[in-house]
Nanobody
Framework: VQLQASGGGLVQAGDSLRLSCAVS????????MGWYRQAPGKQRELVAA???????YYADSVKGRFTGSRDNAKNTVYLQMNNLKPEDTAVYYC?????????WGQGTQVTVSS
């Protein structure tokens, strides 16, 4: 399984970023996919999940600001992040949600300055 996240960067509070994740090595359609993040000194947390049919789940901390989506034809997952806040600073990873993850990619760093 390979999960290649990209699109992170250094932005100012209030800016937007769009993350992408190319997935290979698994039957993409069989999985609920998601975005996780890990801030320094904190545990990794699930921030968004997207089912094959497009149903979504969001953590309360990002609800109304982040939008997850997927392109099943391209085996790609996206995370549109708007109105970014300094507390969104973290390494962002895409991975399976259900069934649960077994391996992790390198992630992409998002840094939001105030």
């Amino acid at each position: 399984v390979q999960l290649q996240a990209s699109g992170g960067g250094l932005v100012q509070a209030g800016d937007s970023l769009r993350l992408s994740c190319a997935v290979s090595g698994l039957r993409f359609d069989d999985y609920v996919m998601g975005w996780y993040r890990q801030a320094p000194g904190k545990q990794r947390e699930l921030v968004a999940a997207i089912s094959r049919g497009g149903s979504t789940y969001y953590a309360d901390s990002v609800k109304g600001r982040f939008t997850g989506s997927r392109d099943n034809a391209k085996n790609t997952v996206y995370l549109q992040m708007n109105n970014l806040k300094p507390e969104d600073t973290a390494v962002y990873y895409c991975n399976t949600v259900s069934p649960p993850p077994t391996v992790w990619g390198q992630g992409t760093q998002v840094t939001v300055s105030s």
